[in-house]
Structures are given as structure tokens and as C-alpha cells.
């Protein structure tokens, strides 16, 4: 069965500082999507990010990027110019043939 | 505006009560999904419905039930079976049934006990 693992429960980035969050996965597939989702206060999970296995470019959305090792079986979030209003839970997800598949969680807080 | 909604926002439940959590979509998605979500804990899936009148069990599926009578609702009733349904309720739906597709998500149901 995949699994997924997030080894940072918190962490912690000033203000306008880049911050990443580690991610890595166990799998014997190959073709593969992977996710980060973010979940704010309100609870509410929302898309952040996708990449998908067959891709060697690293996904970017705006300030939120990846850096996907296929190898290594990694799959890292980098947020650039962090601000206030990205403090939320993130989870990395794996999704393959069968069920997605979410980490515990990362804790981030935004220090002003 | 095109979403997931689910009602109620905080829902209370009596000993030996069954209490339905309901699910919308007006995505036109074909797979919706029921997660469950504990205190620092990452998402764990309940049921999910690939098709109208078709759904499968999750890996938490006991002491839940589900339908799927209409493509856009995905109601979840969590009967007396469950001995500790105090948690956070998501749903989700996708395009498609492959779990390569992203999956959107409603906004939540927390679930308390009296």
C-alpha cells in the first residue's frame, strides 16, 4: 500500500521569507499524480498544487512551487514571499490507482 | 458559482441517534467521495461513488452508510454503529473516477457527541 509522510509537524517562516515543506511517499507505480492541499482555519481543503509523475518540469503556481524527485520518491513544497494569509495546515496527497492517499499534515505559521 | 456545499456547518448527535450529513455538487463531477478528519490527523476515506447508485466502502467504513441516487448528492449517515463519530466531515468530488483527478472539497461538518 502507498504511504505518505510529512516528517515536519510544524513549522515556522518570517514574512515575506521562502519556506519548504518536505514530502515523501512509498510506491511501486509509475504512473502517478501527486498534491499539496492547503487546509486554513476554516477548514476548508484547498488545491495548492499538482504534478504528475510523467512530468520532469517541476509544477509552479504563482508562489508555490515544487521540487518533485521521482527517484528519491520526494515531493517538496516551496513558498516563495510567504505571507500572513498562507498560515494553514498543508498536506502532501499521492494519487494513484487506487485511493488518494494524504500525509499527517505540516503546521505552518507566518511570523510578521 | 460552481462548488461543494454540505450542511450542517456543526451537527450534534444523541447516544444511539443516527444523524445524515448531506453533499452537494453542481460540478457535473461523476466520483464524489466522504472523508474523515481527527485532530491532527491527516484525511481518511469513509466511501466513495464513482457513479450514480454505485459506491464502495473506504478504509473507515464501519458504523457509516451512504447513497448515491442522484449525480450531484452524496448524503452520509452515521448511524449508532459508529461508537466515535466526534470528527470533521469532508466531502469531495472529482471529474472522474481515477484518483489522479484532483478532488475539490466542500467545506466541512464537524460533528460533535451530547
Known amino acids: 500500500a502507498q504511504t505518505v509522510t510529512q516528517s515536519q509537524p510544524e513549522m515556522s517562516v518570517q514574512e515575506a521569507e521562502t519556506v519548504t515543506l518536505s514530502c515523501t511517499y512509498d510506491t511501486s507505480e509509475s504512473d502517478y499524480y501527486l498534491f499539496w492541499y492547503k487546509q486554513p482555519p476554516s477548514r476548508q481543503m484547498i488545491l495548492v498544487i499538482r504534478q504528475e509523475a510523467y512530468k520532469q518540469q517541476n509544477a509552479t503556481e504563482n508562489r508555490f512551487s515544487v521540487n518533485f524527485q521521482k527517484a528519491a520518491k520526494s515531493f517538496s513544497l516551496k513558498i516563495s514571499d510567504s505571507q500572513l494569509g498562507d498560515a494553514a495546515m498543508y498536506f502532501c496527497a499521492y494519487g494513484g490507482a487506487q485511493k488518494l492517499v494524504f500525509g499527517q499534515g505540516t503546521r505552518l505559521t507566518i511570523n510578521p | 458559482d460552481g462548488g461543494i456545499t454540505q450542511s450542517p456547518k456543526y451537527l450534534f448527535r444523541k447516544e444511539g441517534q443516527n444523524v445524515t450529513l448531506s453533499c452537494e455538487q453542481n ?3 461523476d466520483a464524489m467521495y466522504w472523508y474523515r478528519q481527527d485532530p491532527g490527523q491527516g484525511l481518511r476515506l469513509i466511501y466513495y461513488s464513482q457513479i450514480v447508485n454505485d459506491f464502495q466502502k473506504g478504509d ?5 452508510s451512504v447513497s448515491r ?5 452524496f448524503p452520509l449517515t452515521v448511524t449508532s454503529a459508529q461508537k466515535n463519530p466526534t470528527a470533521f466531515y469532508l466531502c469531495a468530488s ?3 473516477a481515477l484518483n489522479q483527478e484532483t478532488q475539490y472539497f466542500g467545506p466541512g461538518t464537524r460533528l460533535l457527541v451530547l
Open chain 2, 60 to 64: 473507515i467504513a464501519e458504523g457509516y
Open chain 2, 69 to 73: 441516487e442522484k449525480k450531484e448528492s
Open chain 2, 94 to 96: 472529482s471529474m472522474g
Open chain 2, 27 to 29: 460540478l457535473n463531477h
